[in-house]
């Protein structure tokens, strides 16, 4: 399946998703992480599916937007500020990141990359936090 779900991604998005299954990176709960457009994720998480590869590629092209360096300076940033604004609640601020809240909201939209426009994010700096689920 794992072939099958990363071939799908690359024909809605024709880029190449590289994803690495490694033992204990990225630590703790994080699942994966998206370095530079290269996926890392932990074994025991499982293979990533389809809707996770979509997530993923919309932080690829967040950071391509960004240019790399000036995406995880924000990304850092935001966190901080949505860490005080929920009361240092680590869930809360993550899920209220602007980067990751589009990417939850359009991530089972595999034709998303296609449509998205530059910035998309950007609107989602103001939207207010509603995230049920872990
Ligand atoms: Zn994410």
Redesign the pocket.
């Known amino acids: 399946m794992k072939d099958k779900d990363t071939s799908s991604i690359q024909a809605e998005t024709s880029h190449p998703m590289r994803v690495i299954y490694t033992k204990h990176f990225p630590s703790g709960n994080y699942h994966g992480i998206?370095l530079f457009g290269t996926i890392f994720v932990q074994k025991r998480w499982g293979v990533m599916d389809r809707h996770e590869l979509n997530?993923?590629f919309i932080?690829t092209m967040q950071q391509w937007e960004m240019t790399y360096p000036l995406f995880y300076l924000w990304y850092g940033i935001e966190y901080l500020v949505r860490l005080l604004q929920h009361r240092f609640d680590t869930h809360k601020a993550y899920y209220s990141i602007s980067?990751?809240r589009e990417?939850?909201a359009n991530e089972h939209n595999l034709s998303y990359p296609r449509h998205r426009r530059p910035f998309a994010w950007l609107r989602y700096l103001t939207t207010p936090f509603s995230r049920k689920k872990a």
């Open positions: 998206n997530h993923e932080h980067f990751e990417a939850y």
